[in-house]
């Protein structure tokens, strides 16, 4: 039986390491981890990670905000390593550098979250969907995220005259939350 081919980005560190060990565990699997610098000692140490029967890692660059990076990695998987499909991908690189509110972040701020969680995405899914359409059940899987909001609804905390007021008047309580460069992207992947 040919081997379940896994890729996933952002995966030497966090949520990303964290499910790479897991299908590293699982027997007849070839996992690729992509990420920012493949020379980094995080990524390295991917290396030493225990892997079941069967089951290989392959390590490839992929820089979100490089309009060629994914498509660079595809060429590589195919030609170098031999990867003729991807059966699971789990898009779950992104970027959080802070949180300000609506009222503080500044327009670049913002353009760094866009570049990397929604051009990087999109990078991502273009270069990777001819692969993934080979595989016999292929699944994308985007982590994502409840901080893809700018405002958290509280009513269920309001007496309930204050709730019908709100109803009537509009105001219905929305908090600010200090997300607004992180949410919007994430929204847009949503």
Known sequence: MAPTIVLI???????????????????????????????????????????????????????????????????????????????????????????PTVEEVQADYIQKHVDVNIYGFLCLYQAFILLLKKANDPKWITIGSSAAFLTVRTLVIFKYAEIIKSLIFGTYNYLPIRNAAYAPTKLVQH
């Open 9 to 99: 980005t952002g995966a030497n560190r966090g949520i990303g390491k964290g499910i790479l060990e897991i299908y590293l565990q699982k027997p007849n699997h070839t996992v690729i981890a992509a990420n920012r610098d493949p020379n980094h000692p995080t990524s390295k140490s991917l290396d030493d990670l225990p892997t079941a029967e069967g089951t290989s890692l392959h390590v490839v660059k992929i820089e979100a905000t490089s309009p060629t990076d994914s498509a660079d990695a595809v060429k590589e998987l195919v030609a170098v390593k031999g990867i003729d499909h991807i059966d699971i991908l789990i898009a779950n690189a992104g970027m959080a550098l802070g949180f």
